[in-house]
């Protein structure tokens, strides 16, 4: 390797060690060996030059934080001298970015399930939904001995979702639940769903066929377990209707456009906004420029690097419902009397991370330069081709469920300390460094590493992009498919009973 620092930005005050940096090394930055305070691990930050006491500490071009003490040029800038600048709800004011992307059009394709109501699926599995916790074993002995019945059957495969909700739920946390569960029901990656209640829960069948709306009687059933003698053997029968009217369902070629692919970063570390969020950036780039569409949420990890994506916003209607998304999340830290920037976690902090606004300079980097088209609220699905933001927290299992609701066919998961948690759709993981992506290769599916190690974006992002389009037509099968890392989290905000 040759200078082991990145500086990322001509005005930042600090830059990015690539390697550990013992003390009394040096690196050299515009022409200047600096000395090396300290020993500083990879991924985390030097000082450039001297940094006065509650002077803004910048990276990426913007403010991460302010200097609590004076830091020395060479010194190593972390939660011990720097902390976040961050406070409250704030007003903003529209500055549209002329340079944002907006949506195109491409010929390319991949194979996918095109159902019988128009949307595009890239899976064809049998989802098993429980509307209620308290039959979650249920569920699972269900799938077990369908999986066992039906083996060998051209599907992709028998799956359930356990969860603890359905019951005991008033307000915004029974609304939420049923949502969230109606949008799995439809979601056009599962060929076949059967849909179990128990029959006392507040959630019961009846109410959740109001939520749900419309469906296809031959591709979603149910069952009332209370109503019924032997609910797991009346399961797997069911699930064997299923499959016959799924297996008439066979992949054919579908536009790009057609595809839906969520954001999501998790376990990050100081290379997330270098190597694994910026190449998922330039995919989201090329897929809405081929008439595609990402979604992005996480919107506590927006915080500080908010303005970035107001000014993308497609017109004054969408910057506005930008700011109540970003403010309206601040008001419900509030509410609950927790600091809005209680981030990054001590894993991210470990890595190399070390305020909210550094954490969101990096994060917000998945959704590239795409406008805005719309944000919709949590449980919602997108309309509008483009790049959408979705209300939902940082919490990876609750806003990949929240990611897959809202219609995303997969989700691209990047992280630098790894996970090994996937949603009910294909959860790419890519990994910011080559060294986690050799230690946990049952984890990562690709490594962005490799941008710190010769290779150009322009060529990782291409090799990236056709590698998702495998993805989707089923050619290349993630790790948490492989391994079946498949669960979801529904968000909770109010008491139980």
């Known amino acids: 390797m040759g200078n082991p620092l990145m500086v990322l930005h001509s005005n930042d005050s600090v830059g990015v060690a690539l390697v550990d940096l013992p003390a009394s090394d040096s690196v050299q930055y515009n022409g200047e060996a600096i000395r090396v305070k300290e020993a500083i691990a990879k991924g985390h930050k030097v000082a ?19 200097a609590t003490q004076r830091i020395e040029q060479g010194e190593w800038v972390h939660s011990h001298n720097c902390k976040t600048n961050l406070e409250g709800t704030l007003d903003y004011h529209y500055q549209p970015d002329s340079q944002r992307i907006k949506i195109g059009e491409s010929e390319r394709s991949f194979q996918g399930y095109v159902r019988q109501n128009g949307a595009v699926g890239i899976r064809n599995e049998v989802w098993v939904i429980n509307t209620v916790g308290c039959i979650n074993k249920t569920a699972e002995n269900i799938v077990r001995l369908a999986s066992q019945m039906y083996a060998g059957t051209a599907i992709d495969g028998i799956y359930h979702y356990p969860h603890p909700y359905g019951c005991s739920q008033l307000g915004d946390d029974l609304v939420f639940t049923q949502k969230i569960l109606s949008q799995l029901v439809k979601h056009p990656n599962a060929g076949g769903v059967l849909v179990i209640g128990l029959g006392c829960e507040n959630n019961f069948i009846a109410s959740f066929k109001d939520v749900l709306g419309d469906y296809d ?48 970063c998790g376990g990050s570390d100081g290379f997330s906004g270098i190597t694994a969020n910026p190449l998922v950036g330039e995919f989201s780039n090329l897929l809405i420029e081929a008439g595609g569409t990402t979604i992005l949420t996480e919107v ?145 599916d690709y490594n962005a590493g490799v941008l710190l190690e010769g290779n150009t974006m322009e060529t990782v992002k291409h090799d990236f992009f056709d ?12 790790n948490n498919e492989t391994y079946g890392f498949k669960e979801i989290a529904i968000f909770k905000t109010g008491v139980t009973l």
Request: proline share 5%; with cysteine; charged share 20%.
């Open 467 to 478: 590698y998702i389009i495998d993805v989707a037509s089923g050619t290349a099968v993630t």
């Open 217 to 264: 009687e031959r591709r979603v059933k149910f069952i009332e377990s209370q109503l019924v003698d032997d609910e797991i053997a009346d399961g797997v029968d069911l699930i064997g209707e299923l499959i016959d009217e799924m297996l008439k369902d066979k992949r054919v070629p579908v536009p790009v456009s057609k595809l839906k692919v969520g954001l999501k």
């Open 48 to 66: 450039l030059k001297p940094i006065a006491q509650g002077e803004r500490i910048i990276k990426y071009g913007y403010p991460i934080g302010i």
């Open 300 to 444: 506590p990890e927006m915080f500080g690097a908010e303005t970035l994506l107001m000014n993308r916003a497609a017109n004054n209607e969408v910057f506005t419902k930008t700011v109540h998304l970003i403010n309206n999340f601040k008001s419900y830290f509030i509410a609950h009397d927790q600091p809005i920037y209680e981030n990054p976690s001590p894993g991210n902090i470990k890595g190399g991370i070390t305020t909210l606004e550094e954490k969101s300079l990096g994060c917000v980097q998945k959704g590239g330069r795409a406008e805005i088209v719309d944000v919709i609220d949590y449980g919602d699905q997108v309309t509008q081709h483009g790049l959408n933001l979705v209300q939902g927290p940082g919490n990876d299992l609750v806003s990949v469920t929240a990611l897959a609701a809202a219609g995303a066919h997969m989700v691209l998961f990047t992280t630098g300390r790894g996970t090994p948690f996937g949603g009910p759709v294909p959860t790419v993981k890519i990994s910011t460094n080559t060294q986690i992506y050799n230690k946990k290769k049952n984890w990562i």
